[in-house]
C-alpha cells in the first residue's frame, strides 16, 4: 500500500498527462460517434430495412476485437491512420455506434403516435415534426445511448495504447515491461484504477447531464 | 415500442444465414489473399498455414475453458445471492453495485495486473484474469435474471404447495434463463476480445498474429490477423445466438 502512494505521489505528472491523453480520445471519439450515429439513426429509424441494417452493421462492428480494429484503422491512410491518437479515435468512433444508433432509432419510435399526429395536423413537415416534436422527446433515451458508450470507451480506449494511443493505457503497457521491478505494480494499479475512475466521472456527468438537458415537461 | 421490440436485439434480426455466408467469406477471402501475394520471409512464418490452425486452436481453448469456469462460478454464485436469507440480503446490494460499477474496469488493467502480481505470463494466468473479468457480468445477469421474475407467479407456485428448491428449479430458473443466456453470449464475445489482447501476457491465439503485424510493419500479416480474429468473434456470437434461441423454455 505504502509503494502505491509513493508511486502515486512521485508521479502525478506523468498520471496528470495519461488521463489528459484518456480524455482526448474517448471526447473526440465519442463527438464523431454521437455525431455519425444519431444521424444513422435519424435517417433510418422509419423503415425497417434500414433500420435493421443500420443496426446489423454496428453491432458486427461491436463484435469485432478492439485490438484487430485499431490495428486496421492504424494501416489506413492519414486522415484516419498512422501513429498516435487518430487510429485509435477512429476505432473508438466505430466502435460506440450501436448504444447511439440503438437508443436514437429507440427513442424516436417511442414517441407518443399521438403528438406526432397532433403536429401533423398543425400543419409541420417532415423534417419539422422530426427536430421540434420527435428529437426533444427522445432526447433523454439518446443520450442515456452516448452515455453507455462513451463508458465503453472509456474501458476501450485502454487498448488503443498497443497502436501507440495516449492515455492510461501506456501506464500498463510501461508496467507490463518492467514486470518483476518493485514499481510494476503499483504503477499497473494506477493506470487501471485511473481507468475506472475516469468512467465513474464520465457516468456522473452524463446523469447530471441528461437531467439538465431533459425538456421541462418531461422530466421524470 | 412497436419496432424496438423485435430489432433493438440488432444481433438476432435480420436473415439468419447472413453472418455464417459473411463469416465464410471472410475466411476464405483470406486463405486465397495470403496465398495469392508474394510473402516475405517474417509474414511466411507468420502467416505459415500450421500457425494460423494452431492459433485458432489456442485461442478457442482460451475463450471455452474460461467461459464454462466462469459460468460454473458465476450462476451459482448469482443463484445464491438471491435467496431470501441474511446472508444474501446483506450482500446482495453491494455486490450488484460493484458489480454495475464493474463496467469500467480496463480488460488490459486485469491481464497486467495478473501478470506483474504473480510475475506469470502464459496460458493459465490468461484463463484466470478472463475469468475474473467475465464474472462480474455473468454474475449480474443471474442475478437480475431471476429478480425479474414475476412475484405473482412465485407466489402462485408457493400457494400450489411447492418447496422454496421447487419454485427455484421449476419456476425462478427456466424464467430466468433467458437472460441468463444473453449474458453468456456477452461473456463469450468479450472473452475473444480480451483474449485477444492477452497476446501481451503471451497467451498464444489470434493476437500474436495481428500484434506480429503491428510490431514488424507487416500490414497483410495484421489485416490477416485481424480479420480472422474478427470471423472467430462472428462465429462465436453466432453460435451463441443459436444456443440461446434452442435452449429458451417453450413459450417464454
Not at chain 1, 486522415?79 to 424516436?108: D, E, H, K, Q, S
Not at chain 2, 421490440?5 to 434480426?13: E, F, M, N, P, V
Not at chain 2, 434463463?177 to 480480451?194: F, H, M
Not at chain 2, 510493419?217 to 462472428?234: E, K, N, P, Q
Request: hydrophobic letters at 55%.
Amino acid at each position: 500500500m505504502a509503494a502505491f502512494w509513493n508511486y502515486l505521489s512521485s508521479n502525478f505528472d506523468t498520471l496528470a498527462e495519461h488521463a489528459w491523453g484518456h480524455f482526448y480520445v474517448v471526447a473526440l471519439g465519442l463527438t464523431l460517434s454521437s455525431i455519425i450515429g444519431i444521424s444513422l439513426g435519424m435517417l433510418s429509424y422509419r423503415n425497417p430495412t434500414a433500420r435493421a441494417a443500420s443496426l446489423n452493421t454496428s453491432a458486427i462492428i461491436l463484435t469485432i476485437p478492439s485490438l484487430a480494429l485499431f490495428a486496421i484503422m492504424l494501416t489506413l491512410p492519414p486522415p484516419i491512420g498512422g501513429l498516435g491518437a487518430r487510429p485509435v479515435i477512429a476505432g473508438l468512433a466505430l466502435y460506440g455506434l450501436l448504444p447511439i444508433v440503438r437508443n436514437t432509432i429507440v427513442g424516436l419510435n417511442e414517441v407518443d403516435q399521438a403528438i406526432v399526429e397532433s403536429a401533423l395536423g398543425m400543419g409541420m413537415g417532415r423534417r419539422e415534426r422530426l427536430f421540434r416534436i420527435e428529437a426533444p422527446l427522445a432526447w433523454p433515451v439518446i443520450v442515456t445511448g452516448i452515455r453507455v458508450s462513451g463508458l465503453l470507451m472509456v474501458a476501450i480506449a485502454t487498448i488503443g495504447s498497443i497502436v501507440n494511443g495516449p492515455g492510461f493505457g501506456q501506464m500498463l503497457l510501461s508496467a507490463l515491461a518492467r514486470i518483476g521491478s518493485a514499481t510494476a505494480t503499483p504503477q499497473a494499479l494506477v493506470g487501471t484504477l485511473g481507468v475506472i475512475v475516469f468512467g465513474i466521472c464520465l457516468d456522473g456527468l452524463f446523469r447530471l447531464l441528461v437531467h439538465y438537458t431533459t425538456p421541462r415537461g418531461i422530466r421524470g | 415500442m412497436s419496432a424496438s421490440a423485435t430489432d433493438t436485439a440488432g444481433r438476432s434480426s435480420g436473415g439468419i444465414w447472413i453472418r455464417p455466408a459473411l463469416i465464410a467469406a471472410i475466411v476464405i477471402a483470406v486463405f486465397v489473399w495470403i496465398n495469392a501475394v508474394e510473402l516475405d520471409s517474417i509474414e511466411q512464418r507468420l502467416l505459415a498455414t500450421d500457425a494460423i490452425v494452431s492459433a485458432v486452436v489456442r485461442h478457442i481453448q482460451l475463450v471455452v475453458i474460461s467461459t464454462v469456469t466462469v459460468v460454473a462460478l458465476a450462476v451459482p454464485a448469482g443463484i445464491a445471492l438471491t435467496r431470501r436469507n441474511l446472508l444474501s440480503r446483506a450482500l446482495g446490494p453491494p455486490i450488484l453495485a460493484i458489480a454495475n460499477a464493474g463496467q469500467a474496469v480496463p480488460s488490459l488493467g486485469i491481464l497486467v495486473l495478473i501478470a506483474v502480481l504473480f510475475r506469470a505470463l502464459g496460458f493459465w494466468p490468461t484463463i484466470f484474469a478472463l475469468v475474473l473479468y467475465a464474472f462480474l457480468p455473468i454474475l449480474r445477469n443471474t442475478i437480475v435474471g431471476i429478480e425479474q421474475v414475476d412475484e405473482s407467479v412465485i407466489e402462485s407456485a408457493v400457494g400450489m404447495g411447492m418447496t422454496k428448491r421447487g419454485v427455484l428449479r421449476k419456476i425462478e430458473l427456466p424464467l430466468a434463463v433467458p437472460v441468463v443466456l444473453a449474458g453468456i453470449r456477452t461473456a463469450l464475445v468479450i472473452n475473444v476480445g480480451t483474449a485477444t489482447v492477452a497476446t501481451l501476457v503471451n497467451s498464444g491465439g489470434l493476437g500474436d498474429i495481428v500484434y506480429g503485424g503491428i510490431v514488424q510493419s507487416r500490414s497483410t500479416v495484421l489485416w490477416a490477423g485481424a480479420l480472422l480474429v474478427a470471423a472467430l468473434a462472428l462465429a462465436i456470437d453466432f453460435l451463441g445466438g443459436l444456443a440461446e434461441d434452442k435452449l429458451r423454455p417453450k413459450g417464454i
